[in-house]
């Protein structure tokens, strides 16, 4: 029982950091929306599996508020970029959006080709 | 009272230990992938079949339905989220141009000159790809179109 317990809490942990680097990384917003997302879903996958190993139910409610609470953060955040998209006239740099940088690692391969 | 004595209770902890072996797998992607729509490929993997399993697996575990509607709940809600969230990231993904297009091998979302122009009815966070030409071109098309018709003194 031991056993399972530190594996499933060693691999969630293990996933849940690597979703951390990634959020502090960057490089762009949307990236940090995706880390977040995946992040919480981590989270809730944790409630759940403490909730199993235990055999204690008080925290399965709060898996439904920590679920509905993901969603309607990506959602908001993506429709408050599309917000910035509409009034910039330069795919988003002069809002103070930088430059995507998956296009400017695109460029810099196409220069390197 | 937490030990495992039955087949149940072994099923349950396996789906737990696989639901989060797919969370590492999760972080993995994440941190390894190059671009947003790879890395939302590597992070939907738990959303869906992860917690799934670890749903199947607490609700083996859990005594009494209350807590397996719940769970069920969850995993209704997942699913049906996931799908709409993905959606929104990488349509804003794509218009951002945070895709490596030259990574692409088919891309039928690209430019055919047809949605340069603003038509009145794009949803509020798809405009066209160049929004401020875009913009001015069909303030010149209105006015021209105005002209025609020969009320072009407002």
Redesign the interface.
């Known amino acids: 029982m031991t056993v399972a317990y530190w594996l499933a809490y060693g691999l969630l942990g293990g996933g849940a950091l690597l979703a951390l680097i990634r959020l502090g990384l960057g490089p762009s917003l949307l990236d940090r929306v995706v880390a977040t997302d995946t992040l919480l879903v981590i989270i809730a996958a944790g409630l759940a599996v403490h909730a199993g190993l235990a055999r204690d139910p008080t925290l399965v409610p709060v898996l439904v508020v920590v679920s509905l609470l993901a969603f309607v953060g990506s959602v908001s955040v993506a429709r408050y970029i599309g917000g910035m998209l509409l009034r910039s006239g330069d795919g988003g740099q002069d809002v103070g959006l930088p430059q995507a940088a998956e296009e400017r690692a695109g460029q810099v391969g196409e220069a390197d080709r | ?4 004595e039955t087949l149940g209770d072994v099923v ?2 396996a789906f ?2 696989l ?3 797919l ?6 992607g ?2 390894r992938f ?3 729509l790879t ?2 490929h590597a ?1 939907t993997k ?2 869906v079949l ?2 799934l399993l ?2 199947v ?2 609700a ?5 339905w ?2 397996t509607w ?2 069920l ?2 995993a209704l ?2 699913m049906l ?1 996931a799908p ?2 993905a959606h ?2 990488s ?3 794509y ?8 990574r692409l091998l088919v891309d039928e979302q690209r430019s055919t000159g047809k949605d340069r122009v603003y038509r009145g009815d794009e ?5 066209p790809e ?4 875009a ?1 001015a071109e069909s303030l010149r098309e209105d006015r021209e179109d105005r002209e025609d018709r020969g009320d072009g003194v407002r």
């Open positions: 009272m937490n030990d495992v349950a902890v737990l230990l639901g989060a072996l969370c590492l797998t999760a972080g993995i994440l941190l190059p671009d947003v890395r939302m992070g738990p959303q992860g917690v670890i749903m697996g607490a083996i575990r859990l005594q009494g209350s807590a719940m769970l709940l969850v809600f997942q989220t709409v969230s929104m990231v349509r804003v993904a218009r951002r141009r945070h895709v490596r297009r030259d949803p509020a966070d798809a405009p160049e929004p401020g030409p913009l």
